[in-house]
């Protein structure tokens, strides 16, 4: 990610939270998520053309596919962050956000700790399989990693914990 570049890490986590919390909001569904150089490119399904609980018509799924360039993300994560801030001063409820931000977050982290050169997942039916690129001294290659609905559940469950852990950590207490 070019607006991240020369920064210690690669904070994945935040940027793939924001992108959540935006899909969350969007209504949309069995994601695709590929990483260009210059953002990233999401697909997914959403419904269209529904008027209303009560209406004969439901509407009908649709792919759409949305591109979020490095300006967007960072302005999606200044959002989230004022966001985060103003729901709880200091302490936002993981509880109030949506499942592409819960997910997104949590396969960040894991992304974060792999350090990967690029990504790519996709998800369907709350499983998703991860394509990252990573660069070492023998050259380029490819790793998979499948999370299912369990592990990104359990994953979901098990951050806030972290997150204390981390904090504490850096308070040293």
Request: no cysteine; proline share 3%.
């Given at each position: 990610?070019?607006i991240?570049?020369?920064?210690?890490r690669?904070?994945?986590?935040?940027?793939?939270?924001?992108?959540?919390?935006?899909?969350?909001?969007?209504?949309?569904?069995?994601?695709?998520?590929?990483?260009?150089?210059?953002?990233?490119?999401v697909?997914?399904?959403?419904?269209e053309?529904?008027?209303?609980a009560?209406?004969?018509?439901v509407?009908?799924?649709?792919?759409?596919?949305?591109t979020?360039?490095?300006?967007?993300i960072?302005?999606?994560?200044?959002?989230?962050?004022?966001?985060?801030g103003a729901?709880?001063a200091?302490?936002?409820?993981?509880?109030?956000?949506?499942?592409?931000?819960?997910?997104?977050?949590v396969?960040?982290?894991?992304?974060?700790?792999?350090?990967?050169h690029?990504?790519?997942?996709?998800?369907?039916?709350?499983?998703?399989v991860?394509?990252?690129?990573?660069?070492t001294?023998t050259g380029a290659?490819?790793?998979?990693?499948?999370?299912?609905?369990?592990d990104?559940?359990?994953?979901?469950?098990?951050?806030?914990?972290?997150?204390q852990?981390?904090?504490?950590?850096?308070?040293?207490?």
């Open positions: 990610m070019r991240y570049d020369g920064s210690p690669q904070d994945f986590e935040e940027v793939l939270r924001s992108i959540g919390a935006f899909l969350d909001q969007r209504g949309m569904r069995d994601v695709l998520l590929l990483e260009a150089p210059d953002g990233f490119i697909q997914g399904l959403v419904m053309g529904g008027s209303g009560w209406s004969e018509s509407g009908h799924q649709a792919k759409e596919t949305l979020f360039l490095d300006d967007d960072a302005r999606f994560m200044d959002e989230a962050m004022a966001r985060r729901e709880a200091g302490s936002p409820d993981w509880s109030q956000a949506g499942y592409y931000e819960k997910s997104f977050r396969i960040g982290r894991w992304i974060d700790s792999q350090r990967p690029d990504i790519f997942f996709f998800e369907q039916g709350g499983a998703f991860v394509r990252l690129q990573k660069i001294g290659h490819h790793e998979l990693a499948e999370f299912t609905k369990d990104i559940e359990a994953m979901i469950a098990e951050a806030p914990q972290l997150r852990s981390e904090a504490q950590k850096e308070t040293g207490q």
